[in-house]
């Protein structure tokens, strides 16, 4: 397990490197990288471990999860080389697993856990919209749990201005079916991420998540 000034120790790098986006000084300070990225693999392999009770993780290790720092400049805009971020998808196929996986992010001030369709294909979204359209009460259930509500508030995504085309305007789950993304997120302070007490919290969240997981895998996975 980590220390505390361990985990601050990846915040403040990852917080200098926000600061400073290019090779040179990514070179310079290479040591704190290698030292914060060890620290996160550390802090990966715990969280992966104490997960396994709450689901089946298939023997998930910490480098099939964890994603890359550099970034993939070719498409974007932004064409810093380097994340600030560090951050993995936890399931059984590591970064390629599916619907049923715990995205685990840390990045200065706006850490997070989070789960759910981030990024859905059009068939994946059809699918979740004509569930909610034939029944939204299963849906509803799993986000009108106590402790879904108390780690999450309630479903979030980015959503369209007006009905998705073949719903009516009308429709009493309205809201449901505009959205464009269908996330469980629950943000972790700065301070919270370095007391130690990380990985029980993360397994806590997670556990609330799995029933939304599992309703996203049944109808859209």
């Not at 403040?12 to 600061?19: K, Q, W």
């Not at 569930?131 to 979030?156: C, M, Q």
């Not at 079916?177 to 130690?196: E, Q």
């Amino acid at each position: 397990m980590i220390r505390s000034n361990e985990s601050r120790a990846i915040l403040d790098f990852l917080r200098d490197l926000r600061s400073h986006n290019d090779r040179d000084w990514f070179e310079a300070h290479r040591s704190r990288y290698e030292a914060a990225r060890s620290s996160f693999m550390q802090l990966l392999g715990d969280l992966i471990q104490a997960l396994g009770a709450v689901d089946e993780l298939g023997g998930a290790t910490p480098k099939d999860c964890a994603f890359r720092i550099n970034r993939d400049v070719r498409f974007g805009l932004d064409k810093s080389p380097y994340k600030s971020t560090m951050s993995a998808l936890i399931g059984p196929l590591g970064r390629k697993s599916g619907v049923r996986s715990y995205y685990f992010h840390l990045e200065p001030d706006a850490s997070m856990l989070a789960g759910g369709l981030h990024s859905p294909s059009p068939a994946q979204l059809g699918a979740l919209r004509d569930a909610i359209a034939k029944d939204s009460a299963p849906l509803k259930r799993v986000a009108a749990a106590r402790d879904f509500k108390t780690y999450f508030g309630e479903i979030s995504g980015d959503s369209l201005k007006t009905a998705p085309q073949g719903y009516p305007k009308d429709h009493r789950d309205i809201e449901l079916l505009r959205l464009k993304t269908c996330l469980a997120i629950h943000p972790l302070r700065d301070d919270f991420v370095c007391s130690g007490d990380l990985v029980r919290h993360a397994v806590e969240v997670f556990k609330a998540m799995k029933p939304f997981l599992l309703y996203l895998e049944r109808v859209a996975g």
